[in-house]
Every structure is written in structure tokens, then in C-alpha cells.
């Protein structure tokens, strides 16, 4: 697994971990695949759904698909479970875990798109809460895909997803963007642009 997104999580910008950081990373990368049930369903639709067309976040992104997927994936439950674990007995290692775990299924639903869907040309996946879009949209998303009878992902009325390595995106078909910071809500203020990076997988 590319280290890279986990330092990134971690906060390590411009310096790079000690060694002892270093081997926790390393049992939690081991750990996070261990127990992590990677599951990841889509369905493709080739019009825009109503809460989309309502903000500019989803047209623009959507602009010059020919169609788009809605996407969901989840790393599954035991990883909630070693991760509250770790709250309660280990500080240190809980962050690492949590940084490591969101980083992993990030890998594995990148992977996925690329290696295993059946479609050439595909966009980044773009997650409800990016460009002024709402991050309760996800709940939307959910109900199209019935992500609770096939990955067990349920929420909280926050809107947060139980198992919590849980993600819900839309992929474009046939435009091939790349992620940007544009319409980010934390621009201006942002501690990965200040520190002449990005937040996610350039
Ligand atoms: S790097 Fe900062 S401004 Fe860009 S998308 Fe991430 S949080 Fe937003």
C-alpha cells in the first residue's frame, strides 16, 4: 500500500515520521488488511438525478459525461470495532489506524474503478460535500443504490456513515476530470494548500 496518502492524513507534510510512527504505520496498514471486507457496488444512470440538478458542484462535474455511475463501498464493520478499540487503549495508534484506514479504502476504490468496472474514460469519484455540494447527499445516493441491504451501511441522523470507512461518490463516464480544489468550502484556510499540497491523491 502507497504510504503516501496516510502522511498526508497524519499531518506529515514537509518532515517525515520517526521510525517508531513508521513501524505503527506499518502493523496498521497490515492490520487495516486484514480485517477490512472491501465490498463496492454501482449502478450506472445517464441523466442527471433531481438533487443534482438543483447545484452547480454536481453539473459541472457531470458536464461532457456521456453517463455517470453511482458508486458506494464500504471496508466493513470490524474496522469500526478495532478502531474504538484503540480509542480506548491506545491514543497513538487509534489516529494512525484511522488515517490508515481512510487512505486504504481510498486505494481500494480507486483500484477498483480502474481494474474492474467496465467502462473506458472514467472521472475521478466525486463524493457529495465536495464543490459546495451537500455531504448529505450521500443519504440520497444510499436510498438509489439500497446500500444498507447490500453493504450494510447505515447512518446517523449527523449523516455520518456506520461502518465509518464508508464512501458514496458519483463517477462520470466518457470526461475523464481529475480532482481540483475548486468550490472547496476550506479554500482560504486550507493547512494542505498552505503547506503547498493537496488533501487528496494528486
Ligand atoms: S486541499 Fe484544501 S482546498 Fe483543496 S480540496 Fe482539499 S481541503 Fe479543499
Do not use: H
Request: aromatic residues 12%.
Amino acid at each position: 500500500m502507497n504510504k503516501d496518502l496516510i502522511l498526508k492524513y497524519l499531518g506529515y507534510r514537509k518532515s517525515m515520521p520517526d521510525a517508531m510512527t513508521e513501524k505503527l504505520i506499518d502493523e496498521c496498514i497490515l492490520e487495516v488488511k486484514s480485517i477490512s471486507k472491501f465490498k463496492y457496488i454501482y449502478q450506472e444512470f445517464k441523466e442527471p438525478l433531481p438533487f443534482m440538478l438543483e447545484n452547480e458542484g454536481y453539473m459541472k462535474y457531470l458536464s461532457g459525461a456521456t453517463s455517470y455511475l453511482l458508486v458506494a463501498t464500504t471496508l466493513g464493520i470490524d474496522v469500526d470495532r478495532r478502531l474504538s478499540l484503540y480509542e480506548k487503549t491506545d491514543m497513538t495508534k487509534s489516529v494512525i489506524f484511522d488515517c490508515t484506514a481512510s487512505a486504504y479504502i481510498e486505494e481500494m476504490a480507486d483500484n477498483y474503478e480502474k481494474n474492474n468496472l467496465p467502462y473506458k474514460n472514467l472521472s475521478y469519484r466525486f463524493c457529495p460535500g465536495y464543490s459546495n455540494t451537500s455531504f448529505l447527499d450521500n443519504m440520497k445516493i444510499a436510498k438509489y443504490l439500497n446500500v444498507t441491504k447490500y453493504l450494510g451501511i447505515s447512518f446517523l441522523s449527523s449523516g455520518l456513515m456506520v461502518p465509518l470507512k464508508s464512501m458514496i461518490g458519483i463517477v462520470g463516464i466518457g470526461n475523464t476530470k481529475r480532482r481540483s480544489c475548486e468550490g472547496c468550502l476550506r479554500m482560504g484556510k486550507c493547512e494542505y494548500r498552505r503547506d503547498g499540497t493537496v488533501c487528496y491523491k494528486e
